[in-house]
């Protein structure tokens, strides 16, 4: 077991989405992972190394520090000799800076775009969209919708659908696909105006079951017959009537939506 420290002086999410990508290359390994978001002040870094410290004494070997430090004084800091440090402004900003000839402006607050108030409310807005048009509630704000993922229950709807409006601003609307839906090889009549924004989610039988099992375990809803005859009805619609859809089986979120981006050509809005 490798212990792994992320830590940022600001939210750390893209500190560990970076970590992460590294880390998968070596599925021989475990990880035990610790976060220590916003860690903005020598009191807090310092209260970050004892734990990574008294981590060292208890694994006989090296943590790994993963950082994203704005602050050079606090980045220095944390190269202590019982841990193996990684920091990404260090390791990329100073190629950059030589390749544009320019010196880079670390000031806090410009990392997440915060300070653009008007890419701010943008992202807001999308994600407020996609709440209020989550799991087919209503169907009245469809002509708002950038794209309007379709897809049985349990597909992977709602967080492709959150992902798609915190990290690119898409106003998404999702409708699941209920059982009356499934009798038909058509489209359900409130999503035939909207035909030209579909996009929908498939699942292989065995993982679908798998992710029911554990919300309602015992049930036809979750049982592999039903699982089986949902997929196979939804894929018939979709393919009837010419809605693209991909398979969500074993990809992550971050891969569905990338995929969703390039199928639909959808840009990102801030």
Do not use: W
């Not at 999702?174 to 839906?181: I, S, T």
């Not at 592999?224 to 010419?242: D, F, P, R, S, W």
């Amino acid at each position: 077991m490798h212990s792994v420290f992320y830590i940022s002086d600001q939210t750390g999410i893209t500190t560990e989405k970076l970590g992460s990508a590294l880390l998968v290359k070596f599925p021989q390994l475990e990880f035990h992972k610790d976060s220590f978001p916003f860690a903005n002040t020598p009191t807090k870094i310092g209260k970050a190394l004892l734990r990574v410290r008294n981590r060292y004494l208890m694994d006989g070997h090296k943590p790994i520090i993963i950082s994203s430090m704005i602050n050079p004084e606090l980045r220095k800091m944390l190269k202590v000799d019982y841990a193996i440090h990684l920091d990404f402004f260090e390791a990329f900003i100073g190629t950059l800076e030589n390749a544009f000839g320019l010196t880079a402006e670390m000031a806090e607050g410009k990392v997440h775009s915060i300070g653009n108030e008007e890419k701010y409310n943008h992202r807001i807005d999308a994600i407020h969209y996609s709440l209020d048009n989550d799991d087919g509630v209503s169907c009245k704000n469809y002509d708002d919708a950038d794209i309007i993922i379709i897809g049985v229950s349990r597909v992977g709807k709602t967080p492709t659908s959150i992902y798609l409006a915190v990290n690119y601003g898409i106003k998404v609307a999702n409708y699941p696909l209920a059982e009356n839906d499934l009798l038909s090889s058509h489209l359900p009549k409130s999503l035939v105006p909207y035909h030209h924004k579909l996009f929908g989610l498939s699942i292989e039988p065995e993982r679908l079951q798998k992710l029911r099992t554990n919300r309602m375990p015992g049930t036809k809803y979750a049982s592999l017959e039903n699982c089986q005859m949902e997929i196979a009805a939804a894929e018939k619609i979709m393919n009837t009537c010419g809605v693209p859809f991909i398979n969500s089986n074993h990809k992550s979120i971050e891969e569905i939506s990338v995929a969703i981006m390039q199928l639909v050509k959808l840009t990102r809005q801030f």
